[in-house]
């Protein structure tokens, strides 16, 4: 009977580094959100070794712990952007926001979210809509805006809470949602219909549109179209803007790291 030969590692290897690794891809496919003897169960080391791990990259701000249960963030991203350099997410997104800037002759963003406010990481202008002062890199609050609704919407419950805490309403015009409990409603609506309108609440005459833009169960961003409030009624919303988002959502998300099948 043969004695089965274990390779040795070199001098140099960091077994802690394998073991990290080990942790964050433990996180795939439907395995989105794991409890501590699932991820050491996964990476075949014990609960506390597990639970060190887990905690350190909630710290460094890799995982969010959501109850018993941890759950990736936006940021893991960072990791795959370091090798897919020539690809980055507004790379992959731009012509896509071209095209759905022509096809409806609106302003198509791109967002994600960043501390207390959405940071736009791609814009394409309609010439003919109202314009605000605002570019890439620039931010906005985003509690007030679509696109940050739909990224606060899609939160895990402690996540919400703890933004929710940190938040300072404000009235900009006269439609602003200025209250706490009010606000939670609405974001509940964006979590069940999977969308976010918001009703001149920033911008006196302006509304936007936005939607999540997903590759798989990771949320990569938001997508946004601002419409001026006379040129979009509900019906041209809910049977052109939404399913036009909506299609080209999915495909930034495909561009970005190919199709999910």
């Known amino acids: 009977m043969g004695t089965e030969i274990v390779a040795e590692q070199p001098d140099y290897y960091v077994k802690s580094a394998e073991k990290t690794l080990a942790v964050l891809l433990a996180f795939r496919g439907e395995d989105s959100a794991l409890t501590v003897s699932q991820v050491a169960t996964a990476t075949e080391q014990t609960r506390a070794s597990a639970r060190r791990f887990l905690l350190t990259l909630v710290d460094l701000g890799y995982l969010a712990a959501e109850g018993n249960t941890y759950r990736q963030t936006p940021r893991v991203l960072d990791v795959g952007a370091a090798y897919l350099s020539g690809l980055t997410l ?22 994600v979210l960043e501390g207390q406010d959405v940071l736009y990481v791609e814009r394409v202008s309609a010439p003919r809509l109202h314009q605000m002062n605002v570019s890439i890199g620039n931010r906005l609050p985003a509690w007030v805006t679509s696109m940050g609704r739909v990224l606060i919407a899609n939160l895990g419950a402690v996540e919400r809470a703890e933004f929710l805490k940190g938040i300072k309403l404000r009235r900009y015009t006269e439609h602003t949602v200025t209250g706490l409990e009010e606000l939670n ?3 509940d609506r964006v979590a069940t219909q999977g969308w976010s309108l918001v009703n001149q609440e920033l911008d006196e005459g302006l509304r936007g549109v936005a939607v999540p833009v997903y590759r798989g169960s990771q949320l990569l961003g938001a997508l946004n ?23 080209t959502a999915l495909e930034i998300a495909a561009d970005f790291g190919g199709r999910i099948e």
């Open 185 to 187: 409603l609405e974001l």
């Open 90 to 111: 507004p790379r992959a997104a731009i012509s896509h926001l071209q095209r759905l800037a022509r096809e409806l002759d609106e302003t198509t963003s791109l967002c």
């Open 225 to 247: 179209v601002s419409v001026q409030s006379g040129r979009a009624n509900s019906t041209t919303i809910s049977e052109n803007i939404l399913p036009a988002l909506q299609r």
